[in-house]
């Protein structure tokens, strides 16, 4: 990219910017809290889908202090529904690593040392909290280079180019505005489906829409089909109270509240995993599609004339103070109306 260009791109970025909660305004200082806790909440999630989200967290835990001092419970529960959990444990981790020291380092090698922050998050926060010449490449940014210089290595062995060819354009100040102008670039302008290459003001350069087609780019080898995972969960109710558990910390879902589950696989069967023997009822099923595969889940539901000692029984009434991830909200919904037809039914 020449000078030029980037220039112009950097123009571009200065009168049409988004607006985001978490970026300083021209005359601000970065803070390094908000950019670290918008990078680990934006990784696999959308702007629209992270900014609540970002609002909340700061409203409750406007310092990085304040997040390292709160309890982990009530932040895995903040960040119930944003997915990808965890991202929330390493946030709790880093939190506490951080203020222990007193501050976030200020270059890529001290972040990454950081739990939770890999090559990606340490360029962006290093760039655009401490105006580092670091070269953060997000989906966004992949797809503006790769199209702009017409890198036909399909991803993901093409990653190695394309982020080569990043370091090639960015220039030696500005790194963290730059960055953030490639990636409003590639959100509104540079999109996956239907760039609008005659607003872009890379245009005139961009070997991509030189060639006469941009979609093209970046090139993405075949994915392999998603496998399919079975299970089943389980309302275990009592005097209008719902049996809860802990997810372990390691694994799918880790320390999260829910329903209890047997194992997910191919071959899950009726009960295995059922916390208490009960005359079990049907009471439908869901879909959740996981980063590395698709899971039919269906919901058994019983009340039972006890409560066992050293459980978790929350009221049914409150399920959405529980702080439940996705796919158990899901299956929360399945057990409020299969209770509902139960009363009427009594």
């Known amino acids: 990219m020449t000078v030029d260009a980037s220039n112009a791109l950097l123009r571009w970025y200065d009168s049409r ?15 390094p809290y908000r950019v670290w806790l918008s990078e680990i909440m934006l990784q696999q999630t959308t702007v ?36 990808y959990y965890a991202r929330a444990r390493n946030l709790v981790a880093c939190a506490r690593e951080v203020a222990e020291r007193g501050a976030f380092p200020d ?28 070269v953060p490449v997000d989906a966004n940014v992949e797809r503006v280079v790769a199209r702009y210089f017409a890198i036909s290595t399909p991803l993901p062995a093409g990653r190695a180019e394309i982020h080569e060819a990043a370091e090639r354009l960015f220039p030696a ?40 087609e ?49 194992a997910w696989s191919e071959s899950a069967e009726p009960g295995e995993g059922a916390p208490v023997p009960a005359d079990w009822t049907d009471a439908g099923s869901v879909r959740h599609i996981f980063t590395h595969f698709a899971l039919d889940i269906r919901l058994l539901c019983a009340q039972v004339p006890a409560r066992g000692t050293g459980n978790i029984w929350w009221p ?31």
């Open 214 to 262: 941009p979609q093209a780019f970046p090139v993405k080898a075949p994915k392999p089909a998603r496998p399919r995972r079975r299970g089943f969960a389980y309302w275990v109710e009592h005097d209008g109270d719902v049996l809860l558990v802990r997810r372990p910390n390691s694994g799918m879902l880790g320390g999260m509240l829910a329903l209890p589950t047997g």
């Open 17 to 31: 910017k988004r607006a985001l909660p978490w970026r300083a305004e021209p005359d601000e200082k970065p803070d």
């Open 173 to 212: 100040d500005r790194c963290g505005d730059m960055a953030q102008a490639l990636m409003d670039l590639g959100s509104a302008i540079c999109t996956a489906r239907s760039p609008q290459c005659a607003a872009c003001p890379l245009a005139d350069g961009c070997a991509a829409v030189g060639q006469g």
């Open 316 to 346: 049914a009434h409150r399920l959405e103070e529980a702080g439940l991830p996705t796919l158990f909200s899901k299956l929360a919904r399945c057990g409020l109306a299969w209770r509902e037809g139960a009363y009427e039914r009594a």
């Open 107 to 134: 270059d890529e090698d001290g972040l990454r040392a950081l739990p939770g922050i890999g090559r990606y998050t340490a360029a962006a926060i290093a760039a655009i909290a401490f105006g580092r010449r670091a």
């Open 48 to 83: 629209a889908a992270v900014r609540p989200y970002f609002e909340s967290f700061v409203r409750r835990w406007p310092t990085v202090a304040d997040l390292a001092a709160a309890d982990e419970a009530e932040i895995m529960a903040a960040w119930a529904g944003l997915g």
